[in-house]
C-alpha cells in the first residue's frame, strides 16, 4: 500500500506516460505513407484526444491530492518505442502502440494495487483508464492480426 506523496508520484509517472502516448500516436498519425496506413492514421488520430483526456483526469487527480501537475522539463519522455523512419512500416507502429498500451495497462494496475483499501477516487480513475487502455490494446491487437497476416 502506498502513501500520499507515492500516489502522487505514481500518478505523474502515468500522466508522463500518457503525454508521451499522444506525442507518439501524433507523429506516427502523421508520418505514415501509404493505402494500408490509412485506418492506422485515423484510428491513431482518434487515439490523440483520448489520451490526452486520460492526462487531463490524471492532472485533477493530482491536484485533488495536493501535488502539483509537472510541466515539461519534469515530464519523463524517451521510454516508448520512437516512430520509425521507414514512413510504410505499419507494422511496426501497430506494435509499438501495442507495448505502450500493455505498459499503460500495467501501470495502472500498478496503482489500483497500491490504492487498494486506501484512496478509492484514484483507483476508481484508473480502473476507468485501464479499461480504455484495454480497450485499445485489443483494437490494436485486431490491427496486428490483419496487418502481420
Ligand atoms: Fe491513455
Ligand atoms: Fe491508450
Known amino acids: 500500500m502506498a502513501n500520499k506523496s507515492e500516489v502522487i508520484q505514481l ?5 508522463s506516460m500518457e503525454l508521451e502516448t499522444v ?7 502523421i508520418n505514415l505513407d501509404g493505402v494500408r496506413a490509412e485506418e492506422i492514421k485515423k484510428s491513431l488520430a ?14 485533477q487527480r493530482i491536484k485533488q491530492l495536493g501535488g502539483l501537475v509537472p ?7 524517451g521510454n516508448q518505442r520512437q516512430p520509425s523512419d521507414n514512413t510504410t512500416d505499419v507494422v511496426a507502429v501497430i ?5 505502450a498500451e500493455e505498459a499503460a495497462c500495467a501501470h495502472y494496475n500498478k496503482i489500483i494495487k497500491a ?3 486506501q484512496d478509492y477516487v484514484t483507483q476508481d ?3 476507468r483508464l485501464l479499461a480504455s487502455e484495454e ?15
Request: aromatic residues 10%.
Open 125 to 127: 480513475l484508473c480502473i
Open 95 to 99: 506494435e509499438a502502440v501495442i507495448e
Open 135 to 149: 480497450e485499445h490494446l485489443v483494437l490494436f491487437r485486431g490491427y496486428l492480426k490483419e496487418y502481420s497476416g
Open 46 to 59: 482518434a487515439d490523440i484526444t483520448e489520451e490526452l483526456m486520460h492526462a487531463q483526469q490524471l492532472a
Open 11 to 15: 500518478l505523474k509517472t502515468a500522466y
Open 115 to 117: 490504492t487498494d483499501g
Open 71 to 77: 510541466g515539461s522539463a519534469s515530464v519523463t519522455f
Open 23 to 29: 506525442c507518439n500516436y501524433l507523429a506516427n498519425s
